[in-house]
């Protein structure tokens, strides 16, 4: 049997205090209940997860350089560094891949400096707001996607 396509979903910095890191807005999951979620999801689409959570935005850009040659896709969380980092974006765009970005809050109910993503130009699309289970809805698409979906990633 043929191997399952590799989506890497990674996440940035303070997702690991995810369950403790203000909960009003976060929520009770904590990364590891996201990791399971993924990988049940991931499994049921027919997709292999590896899952990694860095607070090192050149760890990040090292991972995403990864993936350029071992991922078929990736889900993205970058957390603040989505609202700073071109160093992010400029490997997102080298790595070719299909790209969802995720947030667990809506970053547009937030502080103003939350609603400009450095991301988001490399993403076929985002979804904020909906928690945890975004990131499920992102491997979803991205399956779709991988499967030749109606859009088309760049
Ligand atoms: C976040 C939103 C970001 O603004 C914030 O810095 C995070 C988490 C989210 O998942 O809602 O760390 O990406």
């Known amino acids: 049997m043929a191997k399952p396509p590799l989506v890497f979903v990674l996440n940035g910095p303070n997702l690991n205090m995810l369950g403790q890191r203000q909960p009003k807005v976060y929520g009770r999951a904590t990364l590891a209940d996201v990791e399971k979620l993924c990988r049940t999801r991931a499994e049921a689409l027919g997709l292999a997860v590896d899952f990694r959570q860095s607070n090192l935005e050149?760890?990040?850009v090292g991972w995403v350089q990864e993936a350029r040659k071992a991922a078929a896709g990736i889900v993205i969380n970058a957390g603040a560094y989505t609202h700073t980092s071109v160093a992010i974006l400029d490997a997102l765009l080298t790595?070719?891949?299909?790209v969802i970005e995720v947030h667990i809050s809506n970053v547009f109910r937030r502080e103003?400096?939350?609603h400009h993503s450095y991301v988001s130009p490399a993403a076929i699309g985002v979804i904020v707001g909906l928690g945890p289970?975004?990131?499920a809805l992102a491997l979803e698409a991205l399956a779709d996607q991988l499967?030749?979906?109606r859009r088309k990633a760049r």
């Open 133 to 135: 289970l975004g990131y």
């Open 95 to 98: 790595a070719e891949k299909p």
């Open 58 to 60: 050149g760890e990040l």
């Open 147 to 149: 499967r030749g979906g």
């Open 112 to 114: 103003s400096f939350r």
